[in-house]
């Protein structure tokens, strides 16, 4: 009897031992199984920020190349300026190698474009003399300019006797600007 105790308490012990090994070893092998799953997760976010700086290197690298391209389109749409004397200077050498006379340049209004609210244009109001064929020429070189200059609207005098042909000429300008409130 004495021996059938003995193997009882054993088997007690034996079996409390078990319930408590079970007690320790599950919820730690929940516990390595759940930092396994954060790991991997962990090492795929590391590796989509490896994969997302290549990409922003190999893109700067790319504008790196293109620096040229880059510097014409920033000529042809600069940030936050007109530059109207460049401009006017522009249409005065312009006119000058179509062989017409500017008679008259004035600034007009500044509005937004509403195909692209970043981008607003500045009107220049013309009045040029000289034949058809040199005012077509000046217009073509003003279209052909690097900056983004678009001839908006014409009207034109028939000439006199002696008079050269007169022609209004309305162009626009067209920049970049950062501010969300447009001010004149």
Same mark, same amino acid.
């Given at each position: 009897?004495?021996?059938?105790?003995?193997?009882?308490?054993?088997?007690?012990?034996?079996?409390?031992?078990?319930?408590?090994?079970?007690?320790?070893?599950?919820?730690?092998?929940?516990?390595?199984?759940?930092?396994?799953?954060?790991?991997?997760?962990?090492?795929?976010?590391?590796?989509?920020?490896?994969?997302?700086?290549?990409?922003?290197?190999?893109?700067?690298?790319?504008?790196?190349?293109?620096?040229?391209?880059?510097?014409?389109?920033?000529?042809?749409? !600069?940030?936050?300026?007109?530059?109207? !004397?460049?401009?006017?200077?522009?249409?005065?050498?312009?006119?000058?190698?179509?062989?017409?006379?500017?008679?008259?340049?004035?600034?007009?209004?500044?509005?937004? +474009?509403?195909?692209?609210?970043?981008?607003?244009?500045?009107?220049?109001?013309?009045?040029?003399?000289?034949?058809?064929?040199?005012?077509?020429?000046? +217009?073509?070189?003003?279209?052909?300019?690097?900056?983004?200059?678009?001839?908006?609207?014409?009207?034109?005098?028939?000439?006199?006797?002696?008079? !050269?042909?007169?022609?209004?000429?309305?162009?626009? +300008?067209?920049?970049?600007?950062?501010? !969300?409130?447009?001010?004149?």
């Amino acid at each position: 009897m004495n021996e059938i105790k003995r193997y009882l308490v054993a088997g007690i012990n034996l079996f409390l031992c078990l319930i408590i090994a079970i007690g320790f070893v599950v919820p730690q092998a929940q516990t390595l199984k759940a930092s396994k799953q954060d790991l991997v997760q962990k090492q795929a976010d590391l590796q989509d920020r490896k994969d997302y700086f290549e990409k922003i290197k190999s893109l700067s690298q790319e504008l790196d190349k293109r620096s040229g391209a880059m510097e014409k389109i920033n000529s042809s749409l !600069p940030l936050d300026d007109y530059s109207l !004397p460049s401009v006017m200077d522009f249409l005065q050498k312009a006119a000058s190698q179509s062989q017409v006379v500017i008679q008259k340049i004035e600034p007009g209004q500044s509005q937004l +474009v509403l195909e692209s609210p970043q981008v607003k244009k500045k009107t220049i109001n013309l009045t040029v003399s000289g034949s058809y064929p040199s005012f077509k020429n000046f +217009v073509s070189l003003v279209e052909k300019n690097a900056r983004l200059i678009e001839a908006e609207s014409l009207s034109f005098s028939f000439p006199t006797k002696e008079q !050269p042909f007169v022609f209004d000429l309305d162009v626009s +300008v067209h920049a970049l600007f950062n501010s !969300p409130a447009f001010s004149e």
